[in-house]
């Protein structure tokens, strides 16, 4: 059995990474975007490595299409669910066509 180590990332390594400031992490955090995985106060923070992702995707969201941050989550939420459709869609078309390749004609 494989074990996964999760990798964490520290507040203002954060910061470094995605290239804002102190107060708009603080925002994403305050709006539900990011949610720190340990510590009580941001110098204490340290947050799953996948949020550095979910960061650029949530300014995406917000400057190209103009949501609003207070939308975001609910725009994630949706977004990972569209995924995770189209892979339920995926495996069962692969199921249908080896369940109609066996079939006798």
Not at 3 to 31: D, G, M, N, P, Y
Not at 34 to 53: Q, Y
Not at 72 to 93: F, G, H, R, S, T
Request: hydrophobic share 40%.
């Amino acid at each position: 059995m494989t074990t996964v180590t999760q990798v964490h990332i520290k507040f203002a390594e954060l910061r470094q990474c995605v290239r804002l400031s102190e107060e708009q992490l603080l925002e994403l955090v305050a709006e539900g975007i990011l949610t720190p995985e340990t510590g009580k106060l941001p110098e204490e923070w340290e947050f799953d490595s996948t949020c550095v992702s979910i960061v650029h995707k949530a300014e995406r969201l917000h400057h190209e299409l103009t949501v609003e941050w207070s939308d975001i989550p609910l725009v994630l939420d949706l977004l990972e669910e569209v995924q995770q459709l189209k892979a339920e869609n995926e495996y069962l078309k692969q199921r249908l066509s080896r369940f109609l390749q066996d079939e006798p004609h």
